[in-house]
T-cell receptor, first 114, second 113 residues
Framework: DQQVKQNSPSLSVQEGRISILNCDYT??????FLWYKKYPAEGPTFLIS?????DKNEDGRFTVFLNKSAKHLSLHIVPSQPGDSAVYFC?????????????FGKGTHLIIQP | DAGVIQSPRHEVTEMGQEVTLRCKPI?????LFWYRQTMMRGLELLIY????????DSGMPEDRFSAKMPNASFSTLKIQPSEPRDSAVYFC???????????FGPGTRLLVL
């Protein structure tokens, strides 16, 4: 059973517009959430994170929103740029880190069209 | 720092052969993680170490898989014997603390024929 779900395998957005990537989780023990970005033939790189005590965290063009009651988080990229084309993984960690480290979603392939 | 280093970058082997993947974490990081990425299952945590000690290996698929961390700067993931269904990209990652950002290596792309 997947505890972190990214239901959109791919997303196509026009350059300059907003990209919104969604992630749902089922484990109520998760309290720390991260987004990773992955280019082909490279390892995932950390993008942005949010703790459950917050509902929003912003870093430049990237903003992550957390809705704890809905067990949902989203990553907003605005404006979208061609270099943003990559696979984005949502990841979650339980309270105190837990025994399992990070649990990842399957990823969403974001394609920015010129 | 050079980041997390993995070798080899690519490995092609025949079914039944032993495969050893290697990882050098970022210096000073106390946690080391091994992940496997497949199309079907995405990124799965296989095992992680804290200060060279395996903490949770519940993600290791079978007894054919084993991992060691003989010192703070080196870890191996071994598959013996390998099977075609082991074909995947294997990532190593390290972090300062369990809930801190994990830094990933470039991965080893394994193909078992």
């Amino acid at each position: 059973d997947q505890q972190v779900k990214q239901n959109s395998p791919s997303l196509s957005v026009q350059e300059g517009r907003i990209s919104i990537l969604n992630c749902d989780y089922t484990n109520s023990m998760f309290d720390y959430f991260l987004w990773y970005k992955k280019y082909p033939a490279e390892g995932p790189t950390f993008l942005i994170s949010i703790s459950s005590i917050k509902d929003k965290n912003e870093d430049g063009r990237f903003t992550v929103f957390l809705n704890k009651s809905a067990k949902h988080l989203s990553l907003h990229i605005v404006p979208s740029q061609p270099g943003d084309s990559a696979v984005y993984f949502c990841a979650a960690s339980p309270v105190g880190g837990g025994a399992d480290g990070l649990t990842f979603g399957k990823g969403t392939h974001l394609i920015i069209q010129p | 720092d050079a980041g997390v280093i993995q070798s080899p970058r690519h490995e092609v082997t025949e079914m039944g052969q032993e495969v050893t993947l290697r990882c050098k974490p970022i210096s000073g990081h106390d946690y080391l993680f091994w992940y496997r990425q497949t199309m079907m299952r995405g990124l799965e945590l296989l095992i992680y170490f804290n200060n060279n000690v395996p903490i949770d290996d519940s993600g290791m698929p079978e007894d054919r898989f084993s991992a060691k961390m003989p010192n703070a700067s080196f870890s191996t993931l071994k598959i013996q014997p390998s099977e075609p269904r082991d074909s995947a990209v294997y990532f190593c990652a390290s972090s300062l603390e369990i809930q801190e950002t994990q830094y990933f290596g470039p991965g080893t792309r394994l193909l078992v024929l």
